[in-house]
């Protein structure tokens, strides 16, 4: 893993498949495979916001640090988007990519601490614009109960189970202190949440059919240090 990659973890350490190569039938993707496509969704986005239509893949390479061969390889599959001299359609690109991660339509986020992290996150696009949205957010301080932060009211974390159900939570974000994070991931676990999001330092062990992804800007700032002294 590259610094740049989110740390992902996968409970209990299950196999993890060969970084090889990707086709769109392909049924389980590696995870390098994954995080490279994530990386190029992102950059996508970002582009289809800002209006342009077309993309090379020297351009994808510029912004992702993935060198343009083996982005070409990557999107090898999606041959009849990408033309020579042209690029790819970014509009094609976005919602194929979306069908090989399984990330079209909409799914439903619980957002853990509302204090700064967690209202900036709530707040912003930065979820919505990937079709993740913020239906629940808990937070156990009584001065903060009821508020409205971003789309939802501030819950206690007690009624995590019961809200999983009711509005089909698939991830569980945690912006909450480092100590209050391990004890949240076992809840959510409990309740049946996949997939963990973890905004805090906390090692978070889970069982293996559970996947963490830590974010840490410290880590990405490693990562372009590492591009500007090699
Ligand atoms: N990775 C990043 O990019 C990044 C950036 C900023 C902060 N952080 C981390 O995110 C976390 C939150 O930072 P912050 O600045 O928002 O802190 P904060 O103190 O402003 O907010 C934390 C919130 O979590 C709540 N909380 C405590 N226990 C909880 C529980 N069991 N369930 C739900 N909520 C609970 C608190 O009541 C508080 O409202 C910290 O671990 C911080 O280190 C990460």
């Given at each position: 893993m590259s610094f740049g990659d989110v740390a992902t973890k996968t409970g209990g350490g299950g196999a993890q498949q060969g970084d090889g190569g990707l086709g769109p039938l392909s049924d389980r993707l590696s995870l390098g495979v994954a995080a490279r496509l994530s990386r190029y969704l992102q950059v996508l986005t970002q582009a289809r916001k800002m209006g342009k239509e077309t993309i090379s893949s020297q351009e994808l390479s510029e912004y992702t640090h993935v060198n343009s061969t083996q982005i070409r390889r990557d999107l090898s599959g999606f041959g009849k988007f990408g033309k020579r001299g042209?690029?790819?359609?970014v509009d094609s690109l976005v919602s194929q990519i979306r069908k090989i991660l399984r990330t079209s339509g909409q799914h439903n986020i619980a957002l853990f601490g509302a204090g700064h992290l967690g209202k900036a996150i709530a707040s912003s696009d930065i979820f919505a614009d990937h079709?993740?949205?913020?239906?629940a957010i808990f937070d156990p301080d009584p001065a903060k109960l009821g508020e409205k932060v971003g789309p939802a009211l501030v819950r206690h974390p007690d009624d995590l189970k019961a809200m999983v159900e009711e509005e089909d939570i698939v991830v569980g974000v945690l912006a909450v202190p480092t100590a209050a994070a391990q004890a949240l991931a076992d809840k959510l676990v409990d309740a049946g949440v996949k997939i963990i999001f973890n905004y805090s330092e906390a090692l978070l062990q889970v069982p293996p059919e559970v996947t963490v992804h830590t974010s840490s800007p410290a880590v990405d700032l490693l990562y372009a240090l590492y591009f500007y002294l090699t």
């Open positions: 042209v690029g790819y359609n079709g993740f949205r913020v239906v």
